[in-house]
T-cell receptor, first 113, second 119 residues
Framework: EPEVTQTPSHQVTQMGQEVILRCVPISNHLYFYWYRQILGQKVEFLVSFYNNEISEKSEIFDDQFSVERPDGSNFTLKIRSTKLEDSAMYFC???????????FGPGTRLTVL | AQTVTQSQPEMSVQEAETVTLSCTYDTSESDYYLFWYKQPPSRQMILVIRQEAYKQQNATENRFSVNFQKAAKSFSLKISDSQLGDAAMYFCAYRSARAGGTSYGKLTFGQGTILTVHP
């Protein structure tokens, strides 16, 4: 069964460093998303991406964040200068045309020291 | 903007018993989807059940069923014959069915309910 994959599973970084979180969505999907979950809290929407551009972003998704689909398979989230409060689980999700289900990856745990 | 509220931070149930998790939402839209996701300790997000707002019939997936009350904006999850493997955090989520526009596609989650299953 096709699935969304994410790498790495756990990323530890120093405050101020740049990190890139990688996702491989399901191959025939066209809509891509990033969500964030701070430990013990709810899952929050960050950004949606379609046709090689951002379709919607939340207030959390400020200038420190960017997304890219550098090739036909990967979908990345970059945080330019990490802050302590960026420590969270980051989930990638994808969905196909007409499909109302979003398929989630296993998440990347980001720890900022 | 849409909001989703889960008023039960924690619930517990005895194995083989039935438990109901509550969810309410606020929206001005008439067409949307509602979901329940399960998040076990591994933190993977697993879809449990979905409901299309235009359908009057409540969705059912094996031991999981919903009570969808559109006028009351309520969407509760009933788990029958609870099993130890049902122990997890459960999230209710909303998604607009409107294509295009600024809110298409994103999921809005509630705060979650931690379900404990006692043997």
């Amino acid at each position: 069964e096709p699935e969304v994959t994410q790498t790495p599973s756990h990323q530890v970084t120093q405050m101020g460093q740049e990190v890139i979180l990688r996702c491989v969505p399901i191959s025939n999907h066209l809509y891509f998303y990033w969500y964030r979950q701070i430990l013990g809290q709810k899952v929050e929407f960050l950004v949606s991406f379609y046709n090689n551009e951002i379709s919607e972003k939340s207030e959390i998704f400020d200038d420190q964040f960017s997304v890219e689909r550098p090739d036909g398979s990967n979908f990345t989230l970059k945080i330019r200068s990490t802050k302590l409060e960026d420590s969270a689980m980051y989930f990638c999700a994808s969905t196909g045309t007409g499909d109302n289900e979003q398929f989630f990856g296993p998440g990347t745990r980001l720890t900022v020291l | 903007a849409q909001t989703v509220t889960q008023s039960q931070p924690e619930m517990s149930v005895q194995e083989a018993e039935t438990v109901t998790l509550s969810c309410t939402y606020d929206t001005s839209e008439s067409d949307y989807y509602l979901f329940w996701y399960k998040q076990p300790p591994s933190r993977q997000m697993i879809l449990v059940i979905r409901q299309e707002a235009y359908k009057q019939q409540n969705a059912t997936e094996n031991r999981f069923s919903v009570n969808f009350q559109k006028a009351a904006k309520s969407f509760s999850l009933k788990i029958s014959d609870s099993q130890l493997g049902d122990a997890a955090m459960y999230f209710c989520a909303y998604r607009s069915a409107r294509a295009g526009g600024t809110s298409y596609g994103k999921l809005t989650f509630g705060q979650g309910t931690i379900l404990t299953v006692h043997p």
